[in-house]
C-alpha cells in the first residue's frame, strides 16, 4: 500500500498570532491554499486537519514543512534537515 506523504507547502514556518479560545485547523495534507491552515482541499487525499485548541493569545509557529517530529503542527526545526 503506497503511504500517503503531505505536500510540502513551504520550506519555513508560519508564524501567526492567535486568540486564546478558539479552535485551529492546521492543514496536514500541504494542499491548502490558507497556509497552515486548511481548506478543504484535502479532499481525496486521505488525509485530515488537525484540530489544534489554542488557550492563550500569542505568536505561533505553524509547521509550514509538514515534517516536524511526529507530526506535530508546530515546528521544532525538523525543516532544516529537508
Ligand atoms: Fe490540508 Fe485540509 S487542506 S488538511
Ligand atoms: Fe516544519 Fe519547521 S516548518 S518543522
Known amino acids: 500500500?503506497?503511504?500517503?506523504?503531505?505536500?510540502?507547502?513551504?520550506?519555513?514556518?508560519?508564524a501567526i498570532n492567535v486568540e486564546a479560545g478558539k479552535?485551529?485547523?492546521?492543514?496536514?495534507?500541504g494542499?491548502?491554499?490558507n497556509q497552515p491552515f486548511c481548506?478543504?482541499?484535502h479532499r481525496g487525499t486521505g488525509m485530515t486537519p488537525v484540530r489544534?485548541?489554542?488557550?492563550e493569545a500569542k505568536k505561533v509557529?505553524?509547521?509550514g514543512c509538514k515534517h516536524a517530529a511526529g507530526g506535530s503542527v508546530f515546528?521544532?526545526?525538523?525543516?532544516?534537515?529537508l
Open 31 to 33: 494542499q491548502s491554499n
Open 52 to 55: 489544534t485548541e489554542i488557550t
Open 75 to 81: 515546528c521544532d526545526g525538523s525543516h532544516r534537515k
Open 1 to 14: 500500500m503506497a503511504m500517503i506523504t503531505a505536500r510540502r507547502a513551504a520550506d519555513t514556518p508560519f
Open 39 to 41: 481548506d478543504g482541499s
Open 61 to 63: 509557529a505553524w509547521c
Open 23 to 29: 479552535d485551529y485547523w492546521w492543514c496536514a495534507c
